[in-house]
C-alpha cells in the first residue's frame, strides 16, 4: 500500500510540474528556424527569409532587450553573442550601442535559433528592417563576444570576433 501511494504522490507531482511548466511557456517563434547568411554588410535579406517583427520597448543591458511581440512584452536574448555583464569592461558601451540600434519604439525582425528560451528570455537572432544583424553588429564593433556553441549565426558572427580582436575595435579589444 505505501510503494503504491508513494508512487502515486511522486507521479501527481511530476504530472502538475508539468503542467505548471507548460503554463509559463514562453510562446514559441511563428517562424522556422531556417538557415541564414549574412553579407558583407552584416545583413540578411529580409525578404528572403523569415522573421518575425517586433516592437522595441527598452535595452536591459548588450544582449538583452524587451520587445512587444505576439500579443504581449518579452524579454529577448541575444542569440549570437555574449555581452559583458553589468560589473564587467564595456558592460555599459555594450547596452548604450544595443540602445543607440533599437530605441522604444524601434522595429525589430527576429529570427529563431536553434533553441526557443533560456528559462525567461526568448533565444532571438535580431535583425533591423534593413536586415543588418544587431548581434554581428555588436561582435563586430568589439563590444561583445561571438556565442560559439551553435547557432545558424555561429561561423559568421565567430569570424566577426576575429577581425575585431585583430583590428583592436571597440572596449572589448583596445588596448
Do not use: K
Not at 538583452?64 to 564587467?88: M, N, Q, W, Y
Not at 564595456?90 to 547596452?95: G, L, P, S, Y
Not at 532571438?124 to 543588418?132: C, E, H, I, M
Not at 580582436?165 to 579589444?173: E, F, H, Q
Amino acid at each position: 500500500m505505501v510503494p503504491t501511494l508513494l508512487v502515486g504522490v511522486v507521479l501527481a507531482v511530476v504530472v502538475a510540474r508539468a503542467g505548471l511548466d507548460d503554463a509559463r511557456a514562453l510562446p514559441r517563434s511563428p517562424v522556422p528556424p531556417s538557415p541564414l547568411v549574412l553579407d558583407a554588410g552584416l545583413r540578411v535579406d529580409p525578404d528572403a527569409v523569415p522573421l518575425q517583427r517586433a516592437v522595441a520597448v527598452r535595452v536591459i543591458d548588450g544582449d538583452t532587450l524587451v520587445a512587444r511581440l505576439g500579443g504581449g512584452e518579452h524579454s529577448i536574448r541575444l542569440f549570437g553573442l555574449d555581452a559583458p555583464e553589468a560589473d564587467e569592461r564595456c558592460a555599459a558601451e555594450a547596452a548604450a550601442r544595443l540602445g543607440s540600434l533599437v530605441p522604444a519604439g524601434a522595429t525589430l525582425l527576429l529570427h529563431p535559433g536553434p533553441r526557443n528560451s533560456d528559462g525567461d528570455r526568448l533565444l532571438r537572432y535580431a535583425f533591423l528592417p534593413n536586415g543588418r544583424s544587431l548581434d554581428a553588429t555588436l561582435v563586430a564593433e568589439g563590444l561583445a563576444l561571438a556565442w560559439r556553441r551553435d547557432g545558424q549565426l555561429r561561423d559568421a558572427i565567430v569570424a566577426l570576433e576575429g577581425e575585431a580582436r585583430r583590428a583592436r575595435a571597440g572596449c572589448l579589444w583596445a588596448p
